[in-house]
């Protein structure tokens, strides 16, 4: 049964920091490349991150450039997305995506930005 869970969301100060994580299971996670998007309320699910199958990241949305980390650790199956100095606009729901042969989604994890 293939599976992507994602993790590490929740409601966070200004300038604070989350980690999310997407663990999969169930396909070939080193063979696919791994895509973070968000979907703010009242707006369309954006793209923000990629990582490719090797592990070289290329950030989409300028606003997170410099602020956002993503990797991965194929051993573990997981993607890793640090998030720091965050902002009000950051607020959304995280979406993880796997993109290779077939495609996969997580469930989304609520990340709020918020004094």
């Known amino acids: 049964q293939v599976q992507l869970v994602e993790s590490g969301g929740g409601l966070v100060q200004p300038g604070g920091s989350l980690r999310l994580s997407c663990a999969a299971s169930?396909?070939?996670?080193?063979?696919?490349a791994m895509w973070w998007y968000r979907q703010a309320p009242g707006k369309e699910r954006e793209l923000v991150a990629?990582?490719?199958?090797?592990?070289?990241?290329?950030y989409t949305d300028d606003s997170v450039k410099g602020r956002f980390t993503l990797s991965r650790d194929n051993a573990k199956n997981t993607v890793y997305l640090q998030m720091n100095s965050l902002k009000p606009e950051d607020t959304a729901i995280y979406y993880c995506?796997?993109?290779?042969?077939?495609?996969?989604w997580g469930q989304g994890t609520q990340v709020t930005v918020s004094s």
């Open positions: 995506r796997a993109v290779g042969s077939r495609e996969y």
């Open positions: 169930g396909f070939a996670f080193s063979r696919y």
């Open positions: 990629t990582i490719t199958a090797a592990g070289v990241s290329t």
